[in-house]
């Protein structure tokens, strides 16, 4: 299995578009199994829920360098890489991607202004926003006070990684 770590990545794309004073967009791709338990590849589904987790985490930062930061979520992808296994979603009947599905996601996601945060599902070339849910039912999830002592929106302790916050320069 390949090792790769996003983080400095995401960091040095917020660090340029700082630099050249740009706005841009970020879009990671991840993979419906960031998003669900289903997958028997252990590493393969954290790996890909820690994504999900980056998303969350810089979808706070990223709008104060002025940039967009998204995900996609492809289920099956007809590529080589899915091996075996992309037969075994044919014949059960799953929906199968194409990688230009997924590129035009990844292009629709990077060129939309008002995205920010959002985590996409790609789904037979449909795309499906997932994180407003996640955000809709947090208080059902971790609980109303826990939600209410948690919620970023107005948590003193955010507010100076805010845009215009004096630690924002620090990310």
Same mark, same amino acid.
Request: hydrophobic share 40%; glycine share 12%.
């Given at each position: 299995m390949a090792r790769a770590n996003p983080l400095p990545a995401i960091q040095l794309s917020l660090l340029s578009f /700082? /630099? *050249?004073?740009?706005s841009g967009s970020i879009v990671i791709t991840g993979s419906f199994s960031g998003y669900t338990d289903t997958t028997p590849v252990c590493a393969y589904g954290g790996g890909k829920h820690a994504l999900v987790g980056l998303l969350r985490s810089f979808a706070t930062v990223a709008p104060t360098y002025g940039v967009s930061i998204t995900l996609v979520a492809p289920? !099956?992808?007809?590529?080589?890489? *899915?091996?075996? *296994? @992309?037969? !075994? &979603?044919?014949?059960?009947? @799953?929906?199968?991607n194409t990688a230009r599905r997924v590129a035009e996601a990844i292009a629709f996601l990077g060129l939309?202004?008002? !995205?920010?945060?959002?985590?996409?599902?790609? =789904?037979d070339g449909r795309l499906f926003e997932a994180e $407003?849910?996640?955000? *809709? &039912? /947090?208080?059902?999830? @971790?609980? $109303? $006070? =826990?939600t209410n002592l948690l919620d970023i929106s107005s948590n003193p302790v955010v507010q100076p990684f805010r845009k215009g916050g004096e630690l924002a320069k620090l990310h």
């Open positions: /700082r /630099r *050249a004073k740009k289920t !099956m992808i007809d590529t080589p890489f *899915a091996g075996p *296994a @992309l037969k !075994m &979603f044919q014949d059960m009947g @799953l929906p199968i939309s202004d008002d !995205m920010n945060g959002s985590g996409a599902i790609l =789904v $407003e849910g996640y955000h *809709a &039912f /947090r208080k059902y999830w @971790l609980g $109303e $006070e =826990v």
